[in-house]
């Protein structure tokens, strides 16, 4: 084997290497993706049974039925109104309430409309919605800025450096009137 014949093999072995590691990394991000719909995409698109989604949107409001053992139905809405249940068996998320942001995931079972959760997350604070819910809501044009994800926090507190400041100018402004007095 000649030494150009050597550098070609080992260009050649490499390339094979790096084209099996991108395959094999490819087909572990296909296992692990799970795309992100709401309710009413579903209605648009609905998805083959068994192929493992994210589900987002709103907990319909008293719709929270807790059945035997640790087996929980809620329902899932977004604005356009439409719904999906959800059924999840396990132990919610100490903020699970009605009514505010949460997304599942899980599947359809074949011959079912009910969305089998295996997992939910619910929101962290009463002004978070969650990312991907917040997204499409402002996509639909139904998310307000200014009234989300933390904005009435950041008024709150510029209106508290405001006060702060005008007590600051207060105290400086008395301040200097008890100096001017204590000087004749």
């Known amino acids: 084997m000649t030494r150009k014949q050597k550098r070609l093999a080992v260009i050649a ?3 094979s290497f790096i084209l099996v590691a991108v395959l094999l990394v490819m087909f572990a991000f296909s296992q692990s993706v799970a795309y992100f719909y709401m ?3 579903l209605a648009n698109n609905p998805v083959a049974p068994g192929t493992r989604i994210r ?13 035997e053992g640790s087996v929980v139905r809620f329902a899932v809405t977004d604005p356009s109104g439409q719904i999906v249940t959800v059924r999840y068996q396990g132990i919610l998320p100490d903020l699970f309430r009605e009514g505010q942001g949460v997304v599942t995931e899980g599947r359809f079972e074949t011959g079912s409309n009910v ?23 402002k996509a639909q044009g139904l998310w307000e800025e ?10 709150k507190g510029e209106q508290a450096k405001g006060k702060a400041a005008v007590g ?17």
């Open 55 to 67: 589900l987002g949107g709103l907990v319909g409001a008293g719709s929270v039925v807790r059945g």
């Open 39 to 41: 309710p009413g995409d």
């Open 168 to 184: 600051q100018e207060a105290q400086a402004q008395q301040t200097k009137a008890q100096q001017t007095k204590a000087t004749p």
């Open 13 to 15: 072995g490499g390339m």
């Open 115 to 137: 969305f089998t959760a295996d997992t939910v997350l619910a929101k962290h604070d009463e002004t978070y919605m969650p990312k991907d819910v917040a997204d499409r809501l």
């Open 146 to 155: 200014g009234k989300g994800a933390g904005q009435g926090e950041a008024t």
